[in-house]
């Protein structure tokens, strides 16, 4: 017995038709029934513009500029939006952390000049005199060879009036610490605690500025992350949507035919014209 079989295909579990030769002794083929056309899945259209569900970029772009991850949340991009989130959080902790130390140790060196060194009033002032206080042991009343009257004030004067005593006279009084701002430490090392303090002060509130500085930079890289996901997004768009339409490209498709009740079935690839 001998069973047809074709191309692509392949059959079991049928008999086959008898070969007969004709009056000349040639033997004729098998007649093999045709199989169906193959079926070609339909082309999945693609949503159409109005439906999309992706995020406007500016709206996004305005909420990182807002609060850094804001916008990716927004989006659904949870892992962004947490890293830019969290790192807005730990600047705002910091600057808060650091003017609050800075705060405090500024309040302690001031406290401590008052104390141990005889100012009156030595909040509020500028940061030239809280200097001085931790170079000079004093200010000097009425002056003295080590005092900051002397050496800042008067030699200062003499240097630039050496021949004018009324002109020295007047910058002297406009410059020289008086009253209740001056001072004369107990000793050199309570001015070297109070100098210290006052660095520690300096060393907060620049770590302060730096926490500024991380706020910032966290929404100048929330913001450009915002652009570069809607823009990659859109590209990414473009693409599917141009793979999906298979009216205008030609396009290989796989095609798998299978009759199990009659052990056919068959392999191959479709080309859409």
């Known amino acids: 017995m001998r069973f047809a079989s074709g191309v692509g295909y392949g059959e079991s579990g049928e008999e086959a038709v008898p070969v007969e030769a004709d009056s000349t002794g040639v033997v004729a083929p098998p007649v093999v029934a045709p199989l169906p056309p193959p079926v070609v899945p339909e082309a999945v259209v693609p949503p159409s ?3 999309s569900d992706k995020p406007s970029r500016t709206k996004m772009i305005l909420l990182s500029a807002l609060v850094p991850g804001w916008g990716q949340l927004d989006a659904g991009q949870k892992t962004w939006g947490t890293v830019f989130l969290m790192g807005e959080i ?3 902790s910091s600057l808060i952390a650091f003017e609050t130390q800075g705060s405090q ?3 302690r060196f001031i406290e401590h000049a ?3 060194a005889g100012v009156e009033s030595a909040g509020g002032q500028a940061d ?5 206080l931790a170079e000079y042991d004093r200010s000097g009343l009425p002056g003295g060879p080590d005092s900051y009257n002397e050496i800042e004030v008067r030699l200062e004067a003499r240097n630039l009036y050496p021949d004018d005593p009324a002109s020295q006279s007047a910058y002297i009084s406009a410059h020289e610490i008086t009253g209740d701002l001056a001072w004369d430490w107990e000793s050199e090392d ?3 605690e109070y100098a210290d303090l006052r660095i520690a002060s300096e060393t907060a509130y620049h770590r302060a500025n730096y926490a500024i500085a991380g706020l910032v930079a966290g929404r100048i890289l929330s913001v450009l992350h915002a652009v570069w996901s809607t823009a990659d997004r859109e590209d990414g768009d473009e693409i599917e949507e141009s793979a999906l339409d298979t009216t205008s490209t030609p396009a290989w498709t796989p095609l798998v035919e299978s009759d199990f009740a009659r052990g056919r079935s068959r392999l ?3 080309y859409r014209f």
Request: proline residues 0%; charged residues 30%.
């Open 268 to 270: 191959g690839l479709c």
């Open 105 to 107: 140790r500024e309040d």
């Open 190 to 192: 309570r001015r070297f």
């Open 128 to 132: 030239a005199y809280y200097a001085a």
């Open 49 to 51: 513009a109005g439906t």
């Open 90 to 92: 730990a600047s705002w």
């Open 114 to 116: 008052e104390r141990f």
